[in-house]
């Protein structure tokens, strides 16, 4: 049964807002490095969402796996370039990030790319 990753997308913002009402501290420490770590330098948005996607399969981190694909579609990657960064996770990762590149990830990405044509 496919999982409803439109929903995984949500739970996972929507947890990060709740958390953060009682741990404000941390979270925001958090939000501050991805904030950091995303501003474009040698490397544009796009190229580190691309590399997100391929940490979280190889990880297989399946909120990750979400919300990168969502933000790399924002970001204007197009799946072609998405499942081509999961297939380097593959190569790393061998049959658990196929699994979830296959599943999880193709299931992301033919969800989310209508929100963005």
């Given at each position: 049964m496919a999982k409803d990753v439109r929903?995984?997308?949500?739970?996972f913002t929507n947890g990060l807002e709740v958390v953060g009402q009682t741990n404000e501290k941390q979270v925001g420490a958090f939000m501050n490095l991805l904030g950091a770590s995303y501003e474009p330098g040698a490397l544009d948005l796009k190229t580190k969402e691309l590399m997100s996607?391929?940490?979280a399969a190889y990880n297989r981190c399946e909120y990750c796996i979400v919300f990168h694909v969502y933000k790399a579609l924002?970001?204007?990657a197009t799946r072609e370039e998405?499942?081509?960064s999961a297939m380097v996770a593959v190569a790393f990762g061998g049959g658990p990030s196929m699994?979830?590149?296959v599943t999880l990830l193709k299931?992301?990405?033919d969800e989310f790319e209508k929100d963005f044509k």
């Open positions: 929903q995984m997308l949500n739970d996607v391929a940490i924002e970001a204007g998405i499942l081509e699994a979830y590149s299931d992301s990405i």
